[in-house]
């Protein structure tokens, strides 16, 4: 469902003049580098071995957004850095769930969900067939 006071904050703040889907996911980019500040805690889902079946969800530290332009381009969800026990884990910022975090972190986190799951059609579709 689409939601106007989103809208506005994406396409009159992130988004400006954005030429592109690349443009638009470095904008992206510099827009969480600014609001996210870290480090900070959230649960992400672990998935369990096959003969266990299903996930679980795993309090980690988010220590970092990658940020290489390659990076950028390969993947259609930012990717973050996580601590978990004493590995440092990539994950996918749209999968973060109870966030403990500054507000201005929670509403760019919140407002990049709302992007990824409305806006980016094929990102939908790879997701769905996970």
């Not at 954005?18 to 500040?37: C, M, T």
């Not at 507000?103 to 996970?130: G, M, N």
């Amino acid at each position: 469902m689409k939601n106007e006071i989103h809208e506005r904050i994406i396409w009159n703040k992130i988004l400006v003049h954005s030429a592109d889907e690349h443009e638009q996911k470095v904008k992206w980019y510099f827009y969480l580098k600014g609001e996210l500040k870290f480090p900070f805690f959230a649960q992400m889902p672990i998935k369990l071995k096959d003969s266990l079946g299903g996930e679980l969800f795993k309090e980690v530290k988010v220590v970092g957004l990658l940020s290489n332009d390659a990076h950028l381009r390969r993947h259609r969800d930012m990717i973050i850095e996580g601590e978990l026990d004493q590995y440092i884990l990539k994950f996918r910022l749209s999968e973060l769930e109870n966030i403990r975090a500054l507000p201005r972190v929670k509403a760019a986190i919140e407002l990049w969900k709302y992007w990824i799951t409305s806006h980016d059609r094929a990102y939908a579709k790879v997701k769905d067939a996970l």
